[in-house]
């Protein structure tokens, strides 16, 4: 009798595990899952070309440059640096005066500490020392911008759309027409955020920093638009998260040339060891 309800017992189990993941995969299926604002109104950033971007694609000095002006009068205000030192700039063509020049007149200081008195203190950047913390007071923590391009889904594409993306909430409409506030009224942007359809979940702390045309005078005579703007400084942040980009790619095609040669050198080598045998 026992021997019989054994596999009765068992049978039982796995007909009830069976049916219960036969449901689940269904309703999984079928089921309607309703749409969040999130889903139908976050917008993916903008294609726009770079001048790094193919395979053999370099940085531009000049852009990187321009996009340096922008952190620096701009996004510094509340953005560290914190991978990258003044003296790193003479990458990008700036000679030792000027980068000299530079971490001597940058607003915020080198924080120093003695550990002999435990005193805190501050004192005038040096070329070797990276872009400093500020002291941010507003809503949300402004994050270090070093790797951010390397940070987000999209990189230099994403920052640029965000920059240049803030919109007005009220009447915003998606590709379909679908008006926000008519189809999610409860998503309404809280205060101290703001609408932004590339950031993810369309709300985020930081104000919109580029808000208008000439914000930046560039020294090369450049039309700082908006999205100039936005471009060049995603280009400097491409450069913060990867500088050695160039030299990288440059290094990849000798490899690639070396193995070309290997691989030719290799196919006569093969002719020759087994000349005798064909
Ligand atoms: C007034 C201060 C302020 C200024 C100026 C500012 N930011 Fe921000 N930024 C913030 C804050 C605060 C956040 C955090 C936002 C959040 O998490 O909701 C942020 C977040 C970001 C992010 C991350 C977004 C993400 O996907 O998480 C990027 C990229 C960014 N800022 C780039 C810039 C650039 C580039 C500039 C200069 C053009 C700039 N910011 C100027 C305050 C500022």
């Given at each position: 009798m026992v021997r019989l309800f054994g596999p009765l017992v068992g049978l039982f189990f796995a007909v009830a595990l069976f049916w219960s993941f036969g449901n689940g995969a269904y309703v999984a299926m079928t089921e309607e899952v309703p749409e969040t604002a999130e889903e139908m109104f976050h917008k993916h950033p903008e294609e726009v070309a770079f001048s790094f971007d193919s395979a053999m694609g370099t940085f531009d000095k000049r852009q990187l440059q321009r996009g340096f002006q922008v952190y620096k009068e701009v996004c510094a205000n509340c953005h560290s640096?914190?991978?990258?030192?003044?003296?790193?700039l003479a990458a990008i063509g700036y000679n030792e005066a000027e980068v000299k020049a530079i971490a001597k007149q940058w607003p915020s200081k080198a924080q120093t500490f003695d550990p002999k008195t435990g005193d805190r203190g501050e004192r005038t950047n040096l070329p070797s020392d990276p872009f400093p913390a500020v002291y941010y007071a507003g809503q949300g923590v402004p994050p270090d911008l070093s790797l951010i391009t390397k940070a987000r889904h999209g990189g230099p594409q994403y920052v640029r759309s965000l920059l240049a993306g803030y919109a007005e909430q009220e009447g915003y409409k998606n590709e379909q027409g679908i008006e926000l506030l008519k189809k999610f009224p409860d998503a309404k942007t809280p205060d101290g955020l703001y609408f932004n359809p590339y950031f993810a979940n369309l709300?985020?702390?930081?104000?919109?920093?580029?808000?208008?045309?000439?914000?930046v005078t560039y020294s090369d005579g450049t039309s700082a638009s908006v999205k100039q703007m936005s471009t060049d400084v995603s280009a400097f942040l491409a450069w913060t998260a990867e500088p050695k980009l160039d030299k990288r790619k440059q290094t990849g095609w000798a490899v690639l040339g070396f193995l070309l040669f290997a691989t030719v050198l290799a196919y006569f080598a093969k002719r020759n060891v087994w000349s005798n045998v064909h």
């Open positions: 640096l914190k991978h990258v030192t003044f003296r790193d709300n985020l702390a930081m104000p919109a920093p580029l808000v208008s045309d000439g914000q």
